[in-house]
């Protein structure tokens, strides 16, 4: 049984890269994460792939190779970076002691996911502007965020209760808006560690600012 057991890995277990895969994987890398630096640092309209391709220290012709275009690597730094946050808020949710914890295990997790990643923070500030500009990435972008608020919102639906799901989308909405605005206004005014000193007082902020929304049939859902 257990030969049988082994065998099964083994099979199932994906093949290691090769090497030309494993220098692909870290060029891929290596330009996503001076991408995030630049766009949150010079801004994703002043940031120009050559910017990019200087300090990643690689030629035009390989950005390209990745990515059609400087909106198509915003473009997946929003999904990679939407994606991180749905996982630890997700993870959080999890973990609360209750429904009526839901809510405030969400705000906290994405308070502190911003508060270690501000680079992500303001990428999502500036993709939100441009979503609203006439341009062809535009519904990309606004298609990815939209289905970021919908996985929120069914992870918020328990504190809601039943035949809540306009109500966990509003309060989904509300969480994304205070979480980024309020930490954006901080980070843009007071610097990155000067907020991260700050976060009792975020969290108390952001939660005050929803309690008025978070009512059912019972009541005030505690946060």
């Keep these: 049984m257990k030969k049988t057991n082994t065998i099964r890995m083994t099979v199932d277990a994906d093949p290691p890269l090769s090497r030309v895969e494993r220098r692909k994987a870290k060029t891929n ?7 995030r630096q630049l766009f949150s640092e010079k801004g994703i309209y002043w940031a120009k ?10 030629g035009k012709g390989t950005f390209y190779k990745y ?4 909106e198509a690597i915003i473009r997946t730094l929003l999904e990679e970076g939407l994606d991180e946050l749905s ?14 914890k839901v809510v405030s295990e969400a705000i906290e997790a994405r308070v ?3 508060l270690e990643h501000p680079d992500y923070l303001l ?4 993709v939100r502007g441009m979503m609203q500009l006439k341009v062809d990435v535009a519904k990309e972008l606004r298609d990815i965020y939209d289905a970021h608020l919908r996985r929120l919102a069914q992870l918020v639906k328990p504190a809601v209760g039943a035949g809540g799901d306009g109500t966990a989308r509003d309060i ?8 980024s605005g309020l930490l954006t206004y901080h980070i843009l005014f007071e610097g990155k560690e000067s907020v991260r000193r700050k976060r009792g007082y975020f969290l108390q902020a952001i939660q005050g600012s929803l309690r008025a929304m978070l009512k059912n049939g019972n009541g005030l859902v505690a946060i």
Excluded: M, P
């Design 67 to 70: 990515f059609d275009s400087k």
């Design 123 to 126: 990428l999502f500030h500036q």
């Design 49 to 58: 792939v050559e910017d990019i391709t200087e300090l990643a220290d690689q």
């Design 172 to 179: 989904a909405t509300a969480i994304a808006a205070y979480t």
């Design 87 to 100: 996982a630890k808020t997700e993870q959080a949710v999890r973990n609360a002691s209750s429904d009526s």
């Design 112 to 114: 502190d996911f911003f």
């Design 29 to 35: 890398r290596r330009l996503l994460d001076v991408g």
